[in-house]
């Protein structure tokens, strides 16, 4: 049977799944000429001082406070969740190692990433639909500027630029936080506290983190910059535009947050191979045990 003879409604599913393909196809399509064209005026004409310096005071200082907090909280709630499971082996003092690594590598960046793509990052969706909707972006057409370079360049350079230094506001202050709570109120000793976690925790573990953070503030603001530019007609567009931005901005940050862990963590066994996962699992597990105890 031809599929111009197949009923309606067994086409259905085969048209919606053409249409879901085609029409992600064309958003990656979209979204990547719109991130060439900021790399081109990126490397053309940087924006100037007076234009930038805004940018970076609405992304930077004013994000400051959700971060603090968000970060305050993470480092303790960690050692909430991991005090009863260490106790339990007779190891508290090595909570500072798992709690300051666990923000480090990896709670750290993605949550802090996930808090500015909800402030920063919808802010901005709903500040260029706005623009859109009201012609102002049309406007500046006219009047001879490219919206790119005058609108979107120095949001994208503030959330390039500050969202890791951002992450790391996070880490230090979910590190205090996690040690004050450990320390002051579950009443573990302080100088092992300390002693363990900076056995654990090195150079690498704090790149890693930061590099990744480099990468989901390039996406936070790409994502919402299009999202704005592409806002549909009316306040309900200007709405949609906002969600769209921090969802996608989320989803995308957990995808690149595996593929770069991967990737970080080859270059970690390439660089120094005697630390390999495969060495762990030769090891017996009595020697491993007493190890860790």
């Not at 085609?22 to 990126?42: N, P, R």
């Not at 996930?114 to 260029?128: D, H, K």
């Amino acid at each position: 049977m031809s599929t111009a003879t197949l009923p309606n409604e067994r086409l259905g599913p085969i048209r919606t799944l053409g249409k879901t393909t085609l029409a992600v196809v064309e958003a990656v399509g979209d979204v990547t000429i719109f991130f060439t064209k900021i790399l081109y005026w990126m490397s053309s004409r940087l924006p100037k001082p007076r234009v930038l310096l805004p940018s970076l005071y609405q992304t930077g200082v004013l994000s400051l406070p959700v971060v603090i907090v968000t970060g305050g909280f993470i480092g303790m709630v960690l050692a909430v969740q991991t005090y009863d499971q260490f106790r339990l082996m007779h190891m508290e003092t090595r909570l500072g190692a798992v709690i300051n690594i666990s923000l480090v590598k990896e709670l750290g960046p993605v949550l802090a990433a996930t808090m500015l793509a909800g402030r920063v990052g919808s802010a901005i969706a709903a500040e260029l639909g706005t623009m859109r909707v009201t012609e102002q972006i049309d406007a500046l057409w006219a009047m001879g500027a490219n919206p790119v370079n005058y609108l979107v360049v120095p949001r994208f350079l503030a959330c390039f630029l500050l969202i890791p230094l951002l992450t790391i506001v996070a880490d230090a202050t979910g590190i205090l936080g996690g040690w004050f709570f450990s320390s002051y109120v579950l009443g573990i000793n302080s100088h092992h506290y300390w002693l363990h976690a900076i056995d654990y925790v090195g150079p690498y573990d704090l790149f890693a983190g930061t590099f990744k953070s480099t990468f989901f503030g390039a996406a936070i603001a790409v994502i919402a910059c299009h999202r704005g530019f592409n806002c549909s007609a009316g306040a309900e567009g200007v709405g949609r535009a906002a969600t769209e931005a921090f969802v996608f901005s989320f989803v995308l940050i957990l995808a690149l947050d595996f593929a770069l862990g991967a990737f970080l963590q080859a270059l970690y066994y390439t660089l120094w191979p005697s630390y390999g996962g495969g060495m762990v699992l030769q090891t017996d597990p009595s020697t491993l045990i007493a190890h860790l105890a």
